[in-house]
C-alpha cells in the first residue's frame, strides 16, 4: 500500500512539473503532441546540416580561397534552377509526399557524393568538393524553408506568436549538437560516415513530417482549411510570378534582402576588423568560437522562455523591428568608434536578435497568405531571393572598395539602409495584424 501511495504521488509529483514546464513554455495540451514532432523534424535538419557544413567549408577552402565568391554565385544559380523543380513537386503532390520526395531526393544526392569523394582522385576531388559546396548550401536554404513552410502550415497565427519561438530551440540545439558531433567524431568516422549519419537524420525527419501531418489533419480548423492532404496546382513559376504581383510579398522580399546585405556588408567588415586585430590564426579561431558561444548561449534562453511573450506582449510589428533598429545603431556605431568591442556587440545583438526574435516573427508573417503561397513563394523569397542579396551585397561591397569609399563610409552607408528597413518591418508587422484581426472577427 506504501508503494502504491509512492507511485501515485510521484506521478502528481510529475504532472505538477510537466505542467509547469508547459505553462513556462506556452504550449497548451492539444498543442503538445505537434510541438514535439514539429520540434524533432527542426531539430534533425539543424542537426544533418551542422554536421555537413564543416565538410563543406572544408571542402569549399581546398578548392581555393580565391574560388569562394564564384561558389556563391553558383550557388544562386542553382537556386534559380531548383525553385521551379520544387512548385512543381507542389503542384503535383500532396504536402506528406512532395516532402518526402525533396528530402529523400537530397539523401540520395548525399548518398551519391560519398560514392564519389570515396573513389576520385586528387584533381576529382577538388570540382566535386565544389559541386559539394554548392549543393550543401542549396540543400540548407531548402530544407530550413519547407520546414517553416510545413510549421505555418499546421499552426495559426495565434499559435506561431506563442510556439515558435520553442521551436526556434530545435534549430540552436541542433546546431550546436552538430557542430559538436563533427567536431568529436570526424578523426573517428571521416567524411562519408559523418555525411551518412545526415542521411539518417534526413529520414528521421522525413517521419516527422508525417507524424505532424496525422496530428495536423485533427487539430480543429474551419472547413475551408482543411485542405492539406490536396495538391496545390498552380503554375510551376507561381512562386516566382505571385511573389512579384504581390505588395506584401514584394514587402517580405525586400525585408530579406535587407537582411541579407546587411549581414554581408557586416561579414565583409568583420573580416577587416580580425584581420587587423588578430595576427595569430589560433587568437581568430578562439574569437569567432566565442562569438558563436555567446549568440548561442542568449540565443537559446530567449528562444525558450522569452520570444512567445514577448510577441505577444508587444506584437509582431515591434518584434520585427528590434533588428533593424538594432542594425541602424549599431551601423552609426561602427562608423563612429570602429573598433573590436563596438563590432562585437552588434555582432552579437544582430545574431540574438535574429535567430531568437526576427526569424520566428518573420515566419509569423506567412500566416497571412494562402497556402499556395506558403510554399511555392515563400520557397523562393528564402531561397533565390536571399541568397540575391548576398551576390548584391559582396560584388557591392568590392565595388564600394574599388572607388576608394573607407571602411566607415560603407558603414554610414548601411544606416540608412536600416533605416529603411525598419519602415519595412513596421509596415509588414501592421499588414499581419489587420489580416490577423479580420480573420478574429465575427461573421455577421
Not at 576520385?120 to 550543401?136: K, L, M, S, Y
Not at 480543429?220 to 513559376?237: A, C, F, I, N, T
Not at 556605431?333 to 540574438?352: G, K
Amino acid at each position: 500500500m506504501t508503494e502504491i501511495v509512492s507511485i501515485a504521488g510521484a506521478i502528481r509529483s510529475r504532472s505538477r512539473l510537466f505542467n509547469w514546464l508547459a505553462h513556462l513554455v506556452q504550449v497548451n495540451p492539444n498543442e503538445i503532441a505537434a510541438v514535439a514532432w514539429s520540434w524533432l523534424y527542426i531539430f534533425s535538419i539543424f542537426l544533418a546540416y551542422y554536421v555537413l557544413r564543416p565538410i563543406r567549408d572544408e571542402l569549399g577552402v581546398s578548392g581555393g580561397v580565391n574560388n569562394l565568391p564564384w561558389l556563391f554565385t553558383g550557388t544562386l544559380l542553382a537556386m534559380i534552377v531548383v525553385s521551379p523543380l520544387f512548385s512543381w513537386l507542389v503542384k503535383c503532390w500532396p504536402r506528406e509526399r512532395f516532402i518526402a520526395v525533396a528530402y529523400r531526393f537530397f539523401m540520395l544526392n548525399l548518398a551519391l557524393f560519398v560514392v564519389l569523394l570515396s573513389n576520385a582522385g586528387v584533381e576529382q576531388q577538388v570540382w566535386i568538393g565544389r559541386a559539394f559546396f554548392i549543393w550543401v548550401s542549396v540543400f540548407n536554404l531548402f530544407v530550413i524553408s519547407v520546414f517553416w513552410s510545413f510549421v505555418v502550415d499546421v499552426f495559426n497565427g495565434e499559435q506561431a506568436k506563442r510556439l515558435f519561438g520553442l521551436l526556434a530551440t530545435g534549430a540552436t540545439l541542433g546546431g550546436l549538437a552538430g557542430s559538436a558531433l563533427t567536431s568529436g567524431l570526424v578523426d573517428v568516422l571521416g567524411h562519408n560516415w559523418l555525411a551518412v549519419i545526415s542521411i539518417a537524420l534526413l529520414e528521421v525527419a522525413v517521419l516527422a513530417t508525417r507524424r505532424l501531418s496525422m496530428i495536423s489533419d485533427a487539430f480543429k480548423r474551419p472547413l475551408e482549411q482543411r485542405d492539406e492532404g490536396q495538391p496545390l496546382g498552380g503554375s510551376v513559376l507561381a512562386g516566382i510570378l505571385r511573389t512579384f504581383r504581390s505588395p506584401y510579398l514584394i514587402g517580405i522580399s525586400l525585408f530579406i534582402l535587407c537582411y541579407s546585405a546587411t549581414s554581408t556588408i557586416l561579414y565583409f567588415q568583420q573580416a577587416s576588423i580580425v584581420e587587423s586585430n588578430f595576427t595569430d590564426r589560433a587568437a581568430r579561431i578562439a574569437f569567432f568560437a566565442n562569438i558563436n558561444l555567446w549568440v548561442n548561449g542568449l540565443t537559446l534562453v530567449i528562444q525558450l522562455f522569452m520570444t512567445g511573450r514577448i510577441m505577444g506582449w508587444i506584437g509582431v510589428t515591434f518584434t520585427l523591428c528590434a533588428l533593424p533598429l538594432i542594425s541602424m545603431f549599431g551601423f552609426a556605431s561602427m562608423a563612429a568608434f570602429p573598433t573590436l568591442a563596438v563590432f562585437l556587440v552588434l555582432q552579437v545583438a544582430r545574431n540574438v536578435s535574429n535567430y531568437a526574435l526576427t526569424r520566428p516573427a518573420r515566419e509569423v508573417l506567412f500566416t497571412a497568405v494562402t497556402r499556395e503561397d506558403r510554399y511555392k513563394t515563400k520557397n523562393f523569397i528564402d531561397t533565390v531571393v536571399y541568397r540575391s542579396g548576398d551576390q548584391i551585397a559582396a560584388w557591392g561591397y568590392a565595388g564600394l572598395l574599388a572607388i576608394g569609399l573607407s571602411f566607415t563610409a560603407i558603414a554610414m552607408l548601411a544606416v540608412p539602409l536600416s533605416a529603411l528597413w525598419l519602415a519595412l518591418a513596421f509596415l509588414l508587422g501592421r499588414t499581419q495584424r489587420k489580416w490577423e484581426q479580420q480573420q478574429q472577427a465575427p461573421v455577421s
